[in-house]
């Protein structure tokens, strides 16, 4: 049985370089950046941007949060898209059919877009020269695939990403599956990015001293000066509550009033919760999977 692993940001760190960005289209083999576009598309898995108004951060990633239960997943009547094992959420862009229907007489309607709970993962259109002209689904895959040690998509995409097995933070022995980390984490020369088990990157939140923490799938967010929003799939549709909260927090009055009255007023505790109704839901996910592997 895998591990159920996690991509960490430590939003604090992020600088918005994009060598995440680039290095996801480079590995997946994606259309070239468009510049100036920060938004999550068809030719972009993975999206680094403001959530203030002014665009001078936090940066956030906005990316496919790989949810523990994928609604995308249950309805694709294709069965292009596949929960894996370690927690990502595959897609298949040689059985994804957009429009299309299966044998059984169900019609693709793009339900995987519609029934996403974070706002439309993924996107549909022209993303890959792989397939030229024709719209497929595209969106984060953890780089299922490429890290770790399943050759699934070798002969497609090339060989697996290269080893890195820096994991200085860790308190317990590393999990077989960090080996080869997504490019999104091993090409961030922040190191904004974690890969890890999801128990262990929940351990590092409670005892990190995070004052905001989102995500409940594998990809998790947490920051010690900002209250972060819910990363949604397009940046652009944010909405402002949790831009007015990091305008607030990022204040120099912040510091002796602001955050200490939240603290007292639970924050912690609101984070605490959110950790265990995260790991609430990845006990049962990972109850469901062991299930099925016996």
């Known amino acids: 049985m895998a591990n159920v692993m996690s991509v960490f ?43 203030r108004r002014l665009d001078m951060g936090p940066f956030i990633r906005f990316s496919c949060w790989h949810c523990p239960d994928p609604p995308c997943v249950k309805r694709c009547p294709f069965v292009a898209l596949v929960k894996q094992p370690n927690g990502a959420v595959s897609i298949d862009p040689v059985k994804c059919r957009p429009g299309a229907t299966n044998a059984a007489g169900v019609r693709c309607t793009r339900q995987c877009v519609v029934d996403c709970p974070h706002g439309g993962y993924p996107r549909v259109g022209i993303g890959s020269d792989l397939f030229p002209g024709a719209p497929k689904a595209w969106k984060c895959t953890l780089c299922h695939g490429r890290a770790g ?50 128990a262990n990157i929940r351990q590092w939140i409670r005892t990190g001293g995070y004052l905001s923490f989102q995500g409940n799938g594998s990809v998790m967010w947490a920051s010690k000066k900002y209250v972060l929003a819910a990363p949604r799939a397009n940046p652009l549709d944010q909405g402002q509550v949790g831009s007015l909260m990091s305008s607030v927090l990022a204040s120099s009055v912040a510091q002796a009033t602001a955050i200490p009255t939240l603290i007292a007023g639970g924050v912690f505790a609101a984070i605490a919760r959110r950790i265990k109704l995260a790991e609430e839901a990845t006990d049962k996910e990972e109850g469901v999977s062991n299930k099925c592997a016996g």
């Not at 604090?12 to 289209?25: A, E, H, P, S």
């Not at 050759?151 to 097995?165: F, K, R």
């Not at 994991?167 to 997504?182: K, W």
Request: charged share 15%; glycine share 4%; aromatic share 4%.
């Open 9 to 51: 940001q430590d939003v604090d760190k992020c600088m918005r370089c994009n060598g995440c960005t680039v290095g996801c289209k480079r590995t997946w083999k994606m259309m070239a950046l468009n510049p100036g576009v920060h938004r999550v598309a068809p030719d972009q898995r993975i999206v680094i941007n403001s959530q």
């Open 149 to 198: 040690s399943s050759a699934q998509l070798i002969s497609t995409y090339g060989n697996p990403l290269p080893a890195n097995n820096n994991h200085t933070h860790l308190s317990s022995p590393p999990a077989p599956e960090t080996a080869h980390e997504p490019t999104c984490v091993y090409t961030c020369p922040a190191k904004a990015m974690l890969w890890d088990t999801r």
